[in-house]
T-cell receptor, first 112, second 115 residues
Framework: AQTVTQSQPEMSVQEAETVTLSCTYD???????LFWYKQPPSRQMILVIR??????QNATENRFSVNFQKAAKSFSLKISDSQLGDAAMYFC?????????FGKGTKLTVNP | DTGVSQDPRHKITKRGQNVTFRCDPI?????LYWYRQTLGQGPEFLTY????????KSRLLSDRFSAERPKGSFSTLEIQRTEQGDSAMYLC?????????????FGPGTRLTVT
């Protein structure tokens, strides 16, 4: 079974700085999708960014980018120019094959 | 497009009672998923539907849980004889199974507290 591991329960960053959240996963498949979801306090989960395993190019969405290392099964999220509104729980997820398998999450605090 | 909606948002019930939650997916989405999220954990898959057919159920879904999606539109999740361990956030998500990457869009969740 696929597993997703987020080794950082909590992270903090100063406003306008850059932070990287780590995620590793385990799979025997060669083609799959990875996602980062954001869950603000008491608000619904929203998709931040996705990566298709067959694409070598790292995905980017505005201030959010990923470092996808397929051989190492690593999928980290980099948030540049952090904003107060980025404070949330961040979940890494693997699509397997129809359902999502989530990590335990990383709580990101943004300090003004 | 109003997004995925769930009702109720909060439910407090006594142990042993039955509860039912409703999820309305995004209108054109033919796939609907249920997840459970306990405090400090990521969501865990429970079950999913494509149209009205329930295609996969997790081992987490005990006999006390049942989900339906009549007519392939809204879905209900019923928990019979609730236990304190059922206290959690129940999340619904939907997606359009036509083109990859089958992104799932989540609702706000129903928070269940069993006393």
């Amino acid at each position: 079974a696929q597993t997703v591991t987020q080794s950082q329960p909590e992270m903090s960053v100063q406003e306008a700085e850059t932070v990287t959240l780590s995620c590793t996963y385990d799979t025997s498949e060669s083609d799959y999708y990875l996602f980062w979801y954001k869950q603000p306090p008491s608000r619904q989960m929203i998709l931040v960014i996705r990566q298709e395993a067959y694409k070598q190019q790292n995905a980017t969405e505005n201030r959010f980018s990923v470092n996808f290392q397929k051989a190492a099964k690593s999928f980290s999220l980099k948030i540049s120019d952090s904003q107060l509104g980025d404070a949330a729980m961040y979940f890494c997820a693997y699509r397997s094959p129809e359902k999502l398998v989530f990590g335990k999450g990383t709580k990101l605090t943004v300090n003004p | 497009d109003t997004g995925v909606s769930q009702d109720p948002r909060h439910k407090i019930t006594k142990r042993g009672q039955n509860v039912t939650f409703r999820c309305d997916p995004i209108s054109e989405h033919n796939r609907l998923y249920w997840y459970r999220q306990t405090l400090g954990q990521g969501p865990e898959f429970l079950t999913y539907f494509q149209n009205e057919a329930q295609l996969e159920k997790s081992r987490l879904l005990s006999d006390r849980f049942s989900a339906e999606r009549p007519k392939g539109s809204f879905s209900t999740l019923e928990i019979q004889r609730t236990e304190q361990g059922d206290s959690a956030m129940y999340l619904c998500a939907s997606s359009l199974a036509r083109d990859k990457p089958y992104e799932q869009y989540f609702g706000p969740g129903t928070r269940l507290t069993v006393t």
